[in-house]
């Protein structure tokens, strides 16, 4: 008589089951984390910018309205549309300023948001990001 080896049905549904379950936690998990990423690549790209515009205001007085008047080159924004700056709390830019990036495409199901930054470094109060604590890297 011949011995079969092998795994049985029940065996590899129990399997499979398990891959479910584990998959069902990891896969979120890891989509969160891959969001956090591209929102740490607007608040790395903004940090740049603040710190441009802290540079031209101590040479002309003011702060650029446009981003190419800055002493940064930076790669276009792969996963943000890069706004404009713009005057901020005080309304002049000699004073404030402003600056959004939204995010663009599927967001990792967390829809639009955005990410904005004023001559004060992140402003929570008129960015959206604050409203998913999982991908903020401020947690604020």
Known sequence: MTRRTGFTLVELAVVVVIIGVLAAFAVPRFLASVERSKAAEA??????????????????GEYA???????????????????TPAAGSTGSLEDSWTL???????????????VTFTEEGFDAENSTVKDHAD??????
């Not at 608040?43 to 002309?60: I, K, P």
Request: aromatic share 12%; net charge neutral.
């Open 100 to 114: 959004t990036l939204t995010r663009t495409g599927a967001a990792g199901g967390y829809g639009e948001y955005t």
């Open 43 to 60: 608040f790395n790209y903004l940090s740049s910018v603040q710190a441009a515009q802290e540079r031209y205001h101590a040479r002309q």
């Open 135 to 140: 991908i903020n890297p401020m947690q604020t």
């Open 65 to 83: 309205s446009d981003l190419a008047e800055l002493d940064i080159k930076m790669a276009s924004s792969k996963y943000f549309t890069v706004g």
